[in-house]
């Protein structure tokens, strides 16, 4: 469904009524602004997160942390793989 709608001198935009009914927006509704290239999407701010991360307890979270049993990583190794990595995408930039 497209529709258009005006920003107003202040700032406001009108969702149509249709728009709102269809998504169970009621007035008060708290809705979140996604901005991202150009595009904007607007959703509810609450139930979209809950319903997709439920609230754990932190031994929950615990629990589902996969075991790494490989060897050691120190820092030198991880900040060796970080540059390697970056110089990668630096020069297949260049293609």
């Known amino acids: 469904m497209t529709m258009t709608a005006k920003i107003s001198e202040v700032g406001s935009v009108l969702i149509p009524r249709s728009v709102r009914e269809a998504n169970g927006w009621a007035a008060g509704t708290e809705l979140e602004i996604v901005a991202h290239r150009g595009e904007v999407l607007l959703r509810p701010k ?5 319903e997709r991360y439920p609230p754990i307890t932190i031994d929950e979270f615990v629990a ?3 075991r ?9 190794m991880i900040q060796a793989a970080i540059l390697d990595e970056a110089k990668r995408r630096w020069h297949a930039k260049g293609d």
Not at 46 to 50: H, I, P, T
Not at 68 to 76: H, L, M, Q
Request: charged share 40%.
């Open 64 to 66: 589902r942390v996969p």
């Open 46 to 50: 609450a139930s979209r997160r809950r």
């Open 68 to 76: 790494y049993e490989g060897p050691a990583v120190t820092d030198d």
